[in-house]
Every structure is written in structure tokens, then in C-alpha cells.
């Protein structure tokens, strides 16, 4: 079965680090693009940083300088290292994978056929 699931969220205060977890299974990880996706309630959900089948790795403007996506072939893992965290940061963190070619951009959350649950962060001031 097709999953992944994602851990590592929870509370911190300005300027703090959190480092996001998402295991895959049923598929290899160095396979599929795959991405970091949040979300605010109310509001469409945000690309965050993604990691290509190739390894090729983008960001968001927003968390440049700030975050970085990994992965880990052995692990079958995909990780999101948030430094420096802001208020602005607030939200549920999904991890995405397997592109399905509907000519979007890497951000773009229809592109991704496979979610997690979400795991919540939030960083207060």
C-alpha cells in the first residue's frame, strides 16, 4: 500500500528548529518527485521546498536561507530541516510525491497524486 507519513511537527517559539519527517512505503522514495506542502486554514496549500526524482531541489521565496528538504534513499525518507522558524511558518506540514504531469509547477499541489496526514507546526512570537 502507497503511503507516507510525516512526524516531527509541534510548538516552538520565534527563531526555533523543528526537523520534519516523512516515511514512504510502498514506493521508492529516489523514484517520484516528492515535495513539502502547508497549509493555513482557509487558505490553498503552499509548495514549500520540493525534491526531484533526479535530486534536484527548490524552494519557496519564503523559507530560502531558512529550510532544507533531504532525503534518504536508505531510509526511504524525505526530511524538511526548519531553522530560524517565524509565525508566518504556522501551519499543517503535508509531504507530497509522484507527480502526475498535469503540466503545473513543482508547487503546485494538484501536480501530486500521493499525501500524508499533515503533521502541525507552530511557532508562536
Known amino acids: 500500500q502507497v503511503q507516507l507519513a510525516e512526524s516531527g511537527g509541534g510548538s516552538v517559539q520565534t527563531g526555533g528548529s523543528l526537523r520534519l519527517s516523512c516515511l514512504a512505503s510502498?514506493?521508492?522514495?529516489?523514484?517520484?518527485?516528492m515535495a513539502w506542502f502547508r497549509q493555513v486554514p482557509g487558505n490553498k496549500r503552499e509548495g514549500v521546498a520540493g525534491y526531484g526524482y533526479n535530486a534536484l531541489i527548490r524552494y519557496a521565496e519564503s523559507v530560502k536561507g531558512r529550510f532544507t528538504i533531504s532525503r534518504d534513499n536508505v531510509k526511504n525518507a524525505l526530511y524538511l530541516q526548519m531553522n530560524n522558524l517565524k509565525p508566518d511558518d504556522t501551519a499543517m506540514y503535508y509531504c507530497?510525491?509522484?507527480?502526475?504531469?498535469?503540466?503545473?509547477?513543482?508547487?503546485?499541489?494538484?501536480?501530486?497524486?500521493?499525501w500524508g496526514q499533515g503533521t502541525q507546526v507552530t511557532v508562536s512570537s
Open positions: 510502498g514506493f521508492t522514495v529516489s523514484d517520484l518527485d
Open positions: 507530497a510525491a509522484e507527480r502526475n504531469g498535469h503540466n503545473g509547477q513543482w508547487y503546485d499541489d494538484y501536480e501530486y497524486n500521493i
